[in-house]
């Protein structure tokens, strides 16, 4: 046999053994081919199933914010319990109430509710029920206390004020006396306004210019207060408390009467809020609404100054 047929016949077999080799590596036992001191070096991976292996990194959660009106409170993320229906209000939005109820004036129906429910802030009035309203601007300034009347019942009043846009008041007072207080009186409430001209308010506005008779928004002048009641009523239907008036104010003469509890509890808070802000007890400064627009409210029943003069009468408010 020549070298050229030896040498291809040894090509062949390292061939045939190199391809032998390669079926058989998988199935041989690290140690045949490597030696004892590989095993301090192999190592074995843990195979994760695909759909965990395509997780990507957690990330931290953002602190849940407690919107209260003297500060922002930061909850640490494991301390607050998993509901699904939670409402969060973003960090960057608990700046301030104004900017809190811009958040929530985003969301809609039941949501845009939670929102509202979840915004806390202290009373400025000791034993009042806060339900909050996002009808508000920032910068009152209150130089007088609006009074108004409902016209309605307490519900409708409360859920006029909580919808989008709407008008608002500082505080309600209930037929029982019951106070609620919806927005903070540091902020304004849309319960009177001249909508940016001084002829939409009356001349006999006592809050409308400033010293050089430029105009003022009311509702950044004042504290406005709401009182459940009717106001003109038909005395043949309706069954409830008539004040009579013999002078027919507004072209009226029966008038829904206002119970001694309601006014007893606005007595109370309207002198609460005379001491905190410094505005005097007087005509000029505590007002119907019916001396800013043209309105009826809170009409002859409330006398606030004067002996009523009519069925029942009754002595002054604040004689």
Request: proline content about 7%; hydrophobic content about 40%; glycine content about 6%.
């Amino acid at each position: 046999m020549g070298d050229r047929d030896r040498r291809g016949q040894l090509a062949l077999v390292g061939l045939l053994a190199a391809l032998v080799m390669q079926i058989a590596l998988p199935y041989l036992p690290v140690e045949w081919m490597y030696g004892d001191r590989m095993r301090q070096v192999v190592v074995r991976a843990k195979v994760f199933p695909p759909e965990v292996a395509r997780l990507e990194p957690s990330k931290t959660p953002e602190p849940v914010v407690t919107v209260t009106l003297a500060q922002v409170t930061e909850t640490p993320p494991e301390e607050v319990p998993a509901v699904a229906t939670q409402t969060v209000i973003p960090t960057a939005a608990a700046v301030d109430l104004v900017r809190a109820c811009q958040w929530a004036d985003r969301l809609e129906g039941a949501e845009r509710m939670l929102a509202l429910s979840r915004l806390e802030w202290e009373s400025d009035f000791a034993g009042a029920k806060v339900i909050s309203s996002c009808n508000l601007v920032a910068g009152n300034n209150p130089k007088a206390i609006v009074l108004h009347h409902t016209g309605g019942e307490l519900s409708g009043a409360v859920a006029r004020f909580q919808e989008k846009e709407e008008a608002s008041a500082h505080y309600i007072v209930d037929r029982d006396g019951t106070v609620y207080q919806m927005v903070p009186e540091s902020y304004g409430a849309k319960h009177v306004n001249c909508y940016n001209q001084r002829s939409f308010c009356l001349a006999t506005c006592p809050i409308c210019e400033d010293e050089v008779g430029r105009l003022e928004e009311p509702y950044l002048q004042s504290v406005g207060i709401e009182i459940v009641n009717l106001g003109a009523v038909d005395s043949t239907v309706y069954t409830g408390a008539v004040y009579e008036d013999y002078q027919m104010a507004f072209g009226h003469r029966y008038w829904e009467d206002y119970p001694p509890a309601q006014v007893k509890s606005l007595k109370a808070l309207v002198e609460d809020i005379s001491i905190r802000w410094g505005i005097p007890l007087d005509t000029e400064h505590v007002i119907g609404h019916s001396l800013i627009n043209q309105k009826s409210d809170p009409g002859p029943a409330l006398n606030l100054f004067w002996r009523r003069y009519g069925e029942p009468a009754r002595d002054a408010i604040w004689p």
